[in-house]
């Protein structure tokens, strides 16, 4: 079953577009799908980066939501 997609709107430095219209012309894909893997890339890392702050909080026993606040992450 496919995913359900939804239209996003962002700003980004024109460096940055023109570089992910480079991209995406030589790799024969779309913008929203480079923008798509990298998205999905950068959230797998941080969700690696979260647990591994979550596991050493216990092991320091400082609360989850400390954690949160120290790293200015909105609970």
Known sequence: MKAAKVIIS???DKNVFDTLDVYAKELHVTKSWIIQQALQQYFDTYDEHLGDMRVASLSEGISHENVLKE???PH
């Open 10 to 12: 962002a700003k980004v």
């Open 71 to 73: 790293y200015g992450i």
